[in-house]
Nanobody, 128 residues
Framework: QVQLVESGGGSVQAGGSLRLSCAAS????????????LGWFRQAPGKEREGVAA????????YYPDSVKGRFTISQDNAQNTVYLQMNSLKPEDTAMYYC?????????????????WGQGTQVTVSS
C-alpha cells in the first residue's frame, strides 16, 4: 500500500517562497517503475482540485499547468523516495490545501481523477 506524507506548508507573504515535501513509502518498485507518477494538487475552498505539478519518476519528465509555469518546480530524490515542490513568487491565489498523489498509469499527469493514492494535505496560505 502506497503511503504519502506531505510537509512544508505554512503562511507566507505574496512574493515569497515555500518548499513542500512528499515522502512516499510502500512502493513495489520505487521510483524506477516506468509508469509511476507523483503529482502535486491543490484545492481552495469552493473550487475543484487542480494539478499544479507532476513528475514521471523513471524518466524525470515534468508537467505543469500554465498557471504555475516558471514559478513552481517539481523535483525528486530517488534515494529518499521523496518529491519536492518548490514554489516561488507566490500569489494570494495560490492559497489552498496542497496534496501529494501517486499513480501507476500513463498519461493525464495533471488529472486528479487518475491518481489512486493521496496524502493528507498541507495548507499553504499566501497573504497580500
Amino acid at each position: 500500500q502506497v503511503q504519502l506524507v506531505e510537509s512544508g506548508g505554512g503562511s507566507v507573504q505574496a512574493g515569497g517562497s515555500l518548499r513542500l515535501s512528499c515522502a512516499a513509502s510502500g512502493l513495489a518498485s520505487g521510483f524506477t517503475d516506468s509508469t509511476f507518477y507523483l503529482g502535486w494538487f491543490r484545492q481552495a475552498p469552493g473550487k475543484e482540485r487542480e494539478g499544479v505539478a507532476a513528475i514521471r519518476t523513471s524518466s524525470g519528465s515534468k508537467y505543469y499547468p500554465d498557471s504555475v509555469k516558471g514559478r513552481f518546480t517539481i523535483s525528486q530524490d530517488n534515494a529518499q523516495n521523496t518529491v519536492y515542490l518548490q514554489m516561488n513568487s507566490l500569489k494570494p491565489e495560490d492559497t489552498a490545501m496542497y496534496y501529494c498523489a501517486a499513480k501507476s498509469t500513463l498519461l493525464f499527469a495533471l488529472t486528479p481523477s487518475q491518481y489512486n493514492y493521496w496524502g493528507q494535505g498541507t495548507q499553504v496560505t499566501v497573504s497580500s
